[in-house]
């Protein structure tokens, strides 16, 4: 795309997609505006990609398993359950695996379903689903605090250094090189070793440690090329701050690959932590953990027979699920920061919403380079 695109369609500043300024537009038509563009639109763009669908699917409902499953779940207990119960065998009074019941929730009783181990249970009679339930919010928690981390600190340090140029860049990039000179597995058994952490914020930062540094070089070699287009040049000459000119003009530009690297850190921290938590490496005594389900259910013979094969593999299609969504949503969230995209599914136009954006010349064109 050209640099005369590039100043047409960025994703941020005070022109937005329109052709007319927001002055000559009511409150009213300003507010209606940017909720088009900035939500109407993406939802749209979202509901007709299959993958974004999809992975917006999957990643919500991990979501609400870690915010209302364990407010609906019975928490898993030694011996609350036969053992070594297969999947749908309940073992209550008729067979059924479940019953309609009331439920507490948040306070509030509220119809329910009661599933009696509708996953089976493990060897010492706890439910697999109770367990999966009740791992998830520490998982989402771990895994949200290492994107947030790694999306952050990256971001930051890879624009500024590639913006600003000089001193600052030499001093960031020389700092980034000795993070990723560091031997990571090495460098992440001590810190384990040292800290013993047993809460998921600081597990999140300690397995994304090193995440941070190269999607910070990446981002710096996206920055010198952004920094030389029109617009950027064009709010430098109007004064604007440096934290400004990034912020408003750079960061928009480069969001799909925060996303996708963003989402790759994420998938890193699943991956390390179950790995981890199966090699007996993470403290986790009585913290159910996927990873630990995963290390129990091999050590008790998950492998070497059907009757507890179910505890081997539901915690492992939780992880692929898992990943599997963050990578469809990571994909679709591509195409809702594409402002190409994005002005094609939107309403109104720089002309204050009177008419569709396929009828909009300026739109019209973009919407042709796809």
Do not use: C
């Not at 949200?144 to 971001?155: I, K, N, R």
Request: charged share 15%; aromatic share 8%.
């Amino acid at each position: 795309m050209s640099q005369g695109n590039q100043s047409e369609t960025k994703p941020a500043g005070s022109g937005g997609f329109g052709t007319v300024a927001d002055s000559s537009l009511s409150r009213r038509e300003r507010y209606r505006r940017v909720l088009d563009l900035w939500v109407v639109a993406p939802f749209r763009v979202v509901w007709n990609d299959v993958r974004a669908r999809i992975g917006t699917a999957l990643v919500l409902g991990f979501v609400t398993v870690g915010v209302v499953g364990p407010a609906l779940v019975a928490e898993p207990r030694v011996g609350q359950a036969p053992l070594l119960v297969g999947p749908f065998r309940g073992g209550i009074v008729g067979g059924s695996w479940y019953e309609v019941t009331n439920a507490s929730l948040f306070g509030l009783s509220v119809p329910w379903l009661a599933f009696h181990w509708p996953l089976g249970t493990d060897n010492v009679g706890r439910g697999i689903l109770e367990q999966v339930v009740h791992a998830t919010p520490r998982m989402l928690t771990m895994v949200a605090t290492a994107g947030l981390f790694v999306t952050l600190l990256g971001t930051t340090v890879g624009a500024l250094a590639g913006y600003t140029g000089g001193r600052l860049d030499q001093l960031l990039s020389t700092a980034v090189d000795i993070v990723l000179t560091l031997p990571g597995l090495p460098l992440l058994l001590i810190l384990v070793a040292l800290l013993e952490p047993e809460s998921p914020v600081v597990l999140g930062i300690v397995l994304s440690l090193q995440g941070w540094a190269g999607m910070a070089r990446a981002i710096r070699s996206q920055v010198l090329t952004i920094r030389s287009t029109s617009y950027v040049e064009a709010s430098r000459a109007m004064g604007l701050s440096t934290p400004a000119i990034v912020a408003k003009e750079i960061v928009p530009n480069i969001m799909p690959f925060v996303m996708i690297n963003m989402v790759n850190a994420m998938r890193n921290v699943i991956f390390a932590s179950v790995g981890l938590y199966f090699l007996g490496l993470l403290p986790f005594s009585e913290v159910v953990n996927w990873g630990v389900m995963l290390q129990l259910a091999y050590s008790n013979g998950g492998l070497l027979t059907l009757d507890a094969a179910h505890w081997l593999l539901v915690p492992m299609v939780s992880i692929i699920l898992l990943s599997m969504g963050l990578i469809l949503f990571a994909q679709g969230m591509d195409r809702v920061f594409n402002p190409r995209v994005r002005a094609r599914h939107a309403e109104t136009t720089a002309n204050g919403g009177d008419e569709p954006a396929e009828s909009s010349p300026r739109t019209a064109s973009l919407g042709g380079d796809l």
